[in-house]
Structure formats: structure tokens, C-alpha cells
């Protein structure tokens, strides 16, 4: 069996920060430094998977600066949750880049412990799973090449109207904006989880057929997280696209 936390983050560009550090070096970029940004949102995803295939979508939370207050409460929120689960593996896609450097970074302003996953340790190997795994860097093991979440997810089947919104997450400025941010920082878990599974069916570690799984991760989220009504609309669209091509294969096979 195995048990996962599927988590992914959202976060801006602090303009108090760029400027501090542009006294220091003027010539730096705006949007150039990822020390100079701020986590606005997370999302966590629980999911249970046994040997023989069968998928258990357990929690799924998520935490906003409009909800809970400030960065800190954010942070924190994300890190309760983990450290609620020591037996799950946190997984993100590119986190050892983008995620983890941000979090440590709001951790040690804010005085926040870490959870027991993203404890530092001296062993790492890019084809196992660990306490944290970073599923794009499991994905790019020893090459040059990093895959974007929506490539992969792409590759794997998923409806390109799932991820029109993917590219970017600009800082909301309405209560509309912020519930937008929150179900496209929750699906992101999602996707992230169905590229783990995705992943972990190719290591012989779990019996996955990939459409039926993305199909189950994606109709629990949209009936169980907080999507917004065009969200929810979209999932169940892409859904029953996937349900067609599974149809598909089957009278091709019969």
C-alpha cells in the first residue's frame, strides 16, 4: 500500500522585497529572484493506493491568504497537515526548485517547525520515493530535461481544456479571484497526484489502468474539493472525455 500527500503552492512576487534587494543590487530584474516571493495559497490532496490498484481519495485541503490571514497562516496550515501524516509521502512536481525553497524561506522568517517530510537528509536518489519526492525531478533523472506538469499531463490523455488556466497564477484582488486561486491550487494537487500514479504504474508498484485513474482522482476532487461552478464543469467534461476513450479502447479490444 501506499500512501501519499499530493501538495502544490501558489505565490507572488513581493515588491518590498525586489526593491530591498535592488539597494543591494540595482542591476537585478524585477521578477528575477525567487527569494523575493511570497506563498499566497496551498493545496494538499490524501490519497491511498493498495497493490492490486484500488485508489482512495482521503482528504483534500487547501489554505489561502484571503481565508486564513497572511503568508504564515498558509504555511502553517500546509505544514499541520503533513505533520499530521508522517506515514504519507509529500509529493510535488518541481518543489525542490520552486515549492520547498519558498517554504523553508516563510519557515524560518515566521519561526515555523517543519514537517518531518521536508527534514533535510544527506541521502537522495532521483528514482526512489522519499519522505519528499519531487515527481518532475523523479521524471528528469539524470538528463537536462525538465517536463512541465501540463506536458506530461497532456501526454497522459487529460483534455488541453483542463489546463487553459495553468500557465499562470496572477496575486487575486476579489473574493471571485480568490476562489478561482483556490480550485486551480487544488486541482494542481490533483494533477500532480495523477502524474505520481501515472509514474508509479510504470515501476510495477501498483496495478493502474491510467484513464480509470485519472477519471477517479478528477470526478472525487470536483465532487469532494472547492471548485467553482465553471471548475466543477470543466472536470465533469473532461471526465466524460476520458469515460469515451476507455469506452473506445474497450470495443477496439472486443
Known amino acids: 500500500m501506499h500512501a501519499f500527500t499530493f501538495f502544490d503552492t501558489e505565490s507572488a512576487w513581493d515588491e518590498h522585497l525586489h526593491e530591498a534587494y535592488r539597494r543591494i543590487d540595482p542591476k537585478v530584474q524585477p521578477h528575477h529572484r525567487l527569494g523575493s516571493k511570497r506563498i499566497f495559497a496551498a493545496a494538499a490532496l490524501d ?56 517554504l523553508l524561506a516563510a519557515a524560518m522568517e515566521h519561526g515555523i517547525v517543519l514537517p518531518s517530510q521536508f527534514i533535510e537528509r544527506r541521502s537522495f536518489s532521483r528514482g526512489a520515493l522519499h519522505p519528499h519526492t519531487d515527481v518532475g525531478l523523479v521524471l528528469k533523472g539524470g538528463g537536462k530535461t525538465w517536463h512541465h506538469l501540463a506536458e506530461v499531463v497532456l501526454r497522459l490523455g487529460l483534455p488541453v481544456d483542463l489546463l487553459n488556466t495553468k500557465a499562470r497564477v496572477d496575486f487575486p484582488s476579489t473574493a471571485e479571484q480568490w476562489q478561482d486561486v483556490r480550485a486551480h491550487v487544488q486541482l494542481d494537487a490533483a494533477l500532480v497526484g495523477i502524474v505520481t500514479l501515472a509514474w508509479l504504474r510504470t515501476q510495477g508498484q501498483a496495478c493502474l489502468q491510467p484513464t480509470t485513474m485519472m477519471i477517479s482522482v478528477l470526478d472525487w476532487v470536483r465532487r469532494n474539493g472547492h471548485m467553482t461552478d465553471s471548475m466543477v464543469n470543466i472536470i465533469a467534461a473532461s471526465c466524460s472525455t476520458l469515460i469515451s476513450q476507455v469506452g473506445g479502447a474497450y470495443r477496439e479490444a472486443a
Not at 487547501?62 to 501524516?85: K, P, Y
Not at 504519507?88 to 525553497?101: E, F, L, N, Q, T
Open 47 to 102: 490519497v491511498t493506493v493498495t497493490d492490486d490498484g484500488q485508489i482512495s481519495c482521503d482528504a483534500i485541503r487547501s489554505w489561502t491568504e484571503h481565508d486564513h490571514g497572511d503568508e504564515e497562516a498558509v504555511v502553517s496550515g500546509l505544514f499541520d497537515h503533513l505533520r499530521a501524516r508522517t506515514d504519507r509521502v509529500a509529493v510535488g512536481y518541481g518543489s525542490i526548485a520552486a515549492d520547498v525553497p519558498l
